[in-house]
């Protein structure tokens, strides 16, 4: 089976979606099925490490605007389209998604529309003049998009259901496909140590949040209430790790400083590779405080070392990590996530340990790249067929 993927960009910077499309298709690659890529990235100075992934990569550059306006874009589709056995359109909401619609559809190519969380209402509540652009853009393009898909894929129940109540009009054909990683490279004492810090009793355990520094990501939340947990927990560090897109690092450093969590708070910025799994495995717990996660790879990848997680109600997959003895999870408010800091730093050593053989079993049974890759190819094998 030959696949395309259409996405804005592969740089790891802007989220998780490229980082599972990279491990499904090397997973692909391994039965012999391949996968193709035509992104907006620039051709020029990209890092291509992560190219040897995918059978093709193709760079078009050269959009206009923060809707990544490209008829490049619409041009190479007309041109390359009916060469895929299945087309899959990962995101909406910039001109990517409009072109599959204007060179696929007149043509009776059929494509998958994969949202990736970005049908969830979450983004329309206080942003009113955001919610009105996007109510403009779905009722001229994105609702036919989805509309004319040959499917779209949701990756919980959960993000298909608040799908349903974003936006007016919606009609889909609805698919479930869950993503997942790879597991965790096997990593020596002196690649976990390096990130390590000395405090008063010791070596300080790490509270890790590891994903892009965005609004929806609940960082403040987790600022406050790792500061509210002061005294309970001076034998933690909290490492916040991630990519700034927005400038919102700056503001909650500011904040940290005022609380006086100075020197209990490392700042990284995006971490790949070794270095990511590495510090993945050094961590205690990983903990992600989302107001909105349609599922989260960082999670997979956590429970793939062997790391609990601590989630929100609004992180998709956080029913079945609870449900398996991997995590626990609370509601998106400062309550809540004191309440997971707090509930978690008073956890006997002995219940951890239970929780780390729980979190790799849960991602042995539900996440790991193989079982989303049989997954993806029964899924689109029965609807080419």
């Known amino acids: 089976m030959k696949t395309l993927h259409i996405i804005p960009s592969i740089d790891a910077r802007y989220g998780g979606p490229a980082e599972a499309l990279k491990r499904l298709a090397t997973e692909l690659r391994l039965s ?77 190519i059929p494509y998958f529309v994969m949202p990736h969380g970005m049908l969830d209402p979450w983004f329309n509540v206080g942003h009113p003049l955001k919610y009105a652009k996007k109510l403009v853009y779905w009722l001229l393009v994105e609702r036919y998009v989805v509309s004319r898909a040959k499917g779209v894929l949701f990756t919980t129940e959960s993000e298909r259901k608040l799908a349903r109540q974003a ?14 990683t790879s597991p965790s490279p096997a990593l020596d004492a002196p690649e976990l140590s390096k990130w390590t810090t000395a405090g008063e009793s010791g070596r300080r355990k790490l509270i890790l949040f590891l994903g892009r520094i965005h609004e929806k990501k609940g960082c403040d939340l987790l600022i406050r209430s790792f500061h509210d947990l002061r005294e309970a927990a001076t034998d933690y560090q909290l490492v916040i790790a991630g990519p700034d897109n927005d400038g919102l690092a700056v503001k909650l450093r500011r904040e940290a400083d005022r609380l006086g969590l100075a020197g209990r708070i490392t700042w990284l910025d995006m971490v790949t590779g070794i270095d990511k799994w590495s510090l993945l495995q050094a961590a205690d717990v990983m903990v992600l405080p989302s107001h909105q996660e349609n599922f989260g790879v960082v999670v997979a990848e956590a429970l793939a070392c062997g790391v609990p997680v601590l989630l929100t109600d609004k992180v998709g997959i956080w029913r079945e990590v609870v449900g398996d ?18 509930q978690w730093t008073s956890l006997p050593e002995d219940a951890k340990a239970t929780m780390r053989t729980a979190a790799k079993h849960c991602f042995d049974n539900r996440f790991h790249v193989s079982r989303v890759a049989q997954n993806y190819i029964a899924l689109m094998s029965d609807r080419i067929a």
Do not use: N
């Open 325 to 342: 003895g991997a995590g626990l999870a609370d509601e998106d408010t400062q309550q809540g996530v004191t309440r997971l800091l707090r």
């Open 167 to 180: 936006f007016p009009m919606y009609r889909a054909k609805e698919l479930m496909m869950t993503i997942g």
């Open 32 to 108: 012999g099925h391949s996968v193709d890529i035509v992104c907006l990235d620039s051709p020029v100075h990209a890092d291509q490490t992560d190219d040897v992934a995918f059978d093709r990569v193709v760079r078009l550059g050269h959009y206009a605007g923060k809707y990544a306006l490209s008829f490049r874009l619409v041009r190479w589709l007309i041109q390359h389209g009916r060469r895929y056995d299945a087309i899959v359109v990962d995101g909406i909401w910039q001109f990517h998604s409009a072109a599959a619609v204007f060179s696929l559809g007149p043509r009776k």
